[in-house]
């Protein structure tokens, strides 16, 4: 018996510390997601179904009256739910072909550089690169220059139109980068099969190429479609106080006004409406396209 | 559809340009560049609070960086030796903190934050023996906190990814030769994932170095360099702006390169 219980208390030790390394090498990640994804996540959760104090902040109680009063801040959402989807649709017709070109057409050398170059920008500032707009489209950009040409009095900033030029500037990276990745795995030869089986280039487009590249297309739409749901700095710098998203109405509920519980119930919808963006845009790049979601990084 | 994509890689670089071309104009105004001065720069890097801002920043993305950098090359290897139920949960909650916009990220931090605060303040004022009592405040530690949150979720991605392209054979070879698992991991399978680790590390600095939404929320009197700029553009637009603009894009460029770089060595791909 001791013989033979040796080796099987050895083993059992052994797993013990195996699956002891493993917890230790997840731990602290795991107190990170719990601390401060989690547990705050459930704070404002908290925080929605409250009500707000009489000097502002929080006091508890459990009602819908927050979600109740959304419709309060309605110019906020529907320029959100207008300007969002808009701005990640002009980013994706924007994109595509260029996604298009790095991935097929491209000389292999520049590629890669190429590549870079769209990364760049990705990692660039937002903050910055949304200065620059302001700074060209501003009094002194642009306008002033038409004045010497004769068009005087004509407004470009703090317009629905820069803050949407602003969002494909911003965003344009993000939605290339997805398609490109799921067109540069494209298999060649389906390319050539529908050529040899007699179908048109259009055709070859729409039922291969395009068709193949939906699971990168759809990442890219919801992402940047759920980025510019909580957007903040585009609206504020490019629509100057006229073009309000759910951001600014955020902030000002947040850092203003101090109405934590209201502020709370719109994050909250917010949440839930990237969760369905998720989810749509899931759905349809697996009916489409068969094929499983695109990897990120 | 060439001239198509240079027309957006132009899109993409004019602006930038133009805003560096203007850094270094003499004159005021951005519609004529009246000559070649670098005294925007002295005057960007004389100001106290601008510098003072800009030294928050480098601390707290280095930091924020460093942390992100251990703790999500850990959970990447421990992620490598666990069941698929608590891989995907991970899984669900790095991609949670990665897609989550910043301002549902900043928001929440500051309530539970402040929640928190509210609690252990009062009980670590009864614990204190003199008058003083340490008071946790929204600062640094908070900025750090939530910067490193996605941070930490894109180095696990990225060490994740490049841990699945690892040779197997190496691993198994080495611990057929009887090498011990430690010494295993720092011979053969810590310098295939360094390049990932160092790319991480990079790509996180830069978020961090570059975010505003989530810092506005949860700096508390704490300025971060995006924040002082956003609070100087809304003041108004002038050449000074231009010039920290310039400085911050060229670190960033160069910090994005060298992680690009990082991840291309061994691997051709981009």
Known sequence: MPAGSQPAFSMRRSLFRKNLVTALLLAPAALWLVVFLVLPFVAIAIFSVGERAPEGGYQAALTLAQYANLPARATAFWNTIVLAPAGALACLLVAYPVAYYLALRAPQRWRLILLALIVIPFWTSLLMRTYAWMYILGGRGIPALLAYVGIEDLRLINTPGAVLLGIVYGYLPLMILPIYVSLERLDRRLLEASADLGATPLATFLGVTLRLSLPGVMTGFSLVMILLLGEYLIPTLLGGGKVFFIGNALVDLFLQSRNWPFGSAIAITLVLVSVVVLIVANRISTRLSGARRVDLI | ?270
Request: charged share 10%; aromatic share 12%; with cysteine.
């Open chain 2, 1 to 270: 559809m060439r001239a198509f994509v240079i027309a957006v890689f132009a899109f993409l670089y004019l602006p930038i340009a133009l805003v560096v071309l203007f850094s270094f104009n003499a004159g005021h105004h951005a519609s004529e560049f009246t000559g070649f001065s670098v005294q925007w720069y002295g005057k960007a890097l004389s100001n106290p609070f601008l510098v003072e801002a800009l030294k928050n920043s480098l601390f707290i993305a280095t930091t924020s960086a460093l942390l992100a950098a251990f703790c999500g090359t850990a959970a990447a290897l421990g992620l490598q030796r666990v069941g698929a139920r608590t891989r995907a949960l991970f899984d669900a909650l790095l991609g949670a903190a990665i897609v989550v916009p910043g301002v549902v990220i900043g928001i929440s931090t500051l309530v539970a934050l402040v929640q928190l605060f509210a609690v252990v303040n009062p009980f670590l004022a009864s614990l204190w023996p003199t008058d003083q009592p340490p008071r946790l405040s929204l600062g640094y530690g908070s900025i750090i906190a939530a910067h490193g949150l996605f941070s930490m979720a894109l180095v696990t991605m990225i060490v994740g990814t490049r841990l699945s392209s690892l040779d197997r054979n190496l691993v198994e070879a080495s611990s057929d030769l009887y090498a011990t698992p430690l010494t295993t991991f720092r011979s053969i399978v810590l310098p295939q994932i360094m390049p990932a680790v160092i790319a991480g590390f990079l790509l996180a600095f830069t978020f961090s170095f570059d975010d505003f939404i989530i810092a506005f929320f949860v700096a508390g009197a704490q300025t971060t360099l995006p924040i002082y700029v956003f609070a100087s553009i809304r003041r108004g637009v002038t050449p000074e702006i231009n010039a920290i603009a310039t400085i911050v894009l060229c670190a960033s460029v160069l910090l994005v390169l060298l992680a690009q770089w990082q991840l291309g060595r061994r691997k051709p791909s981009p």
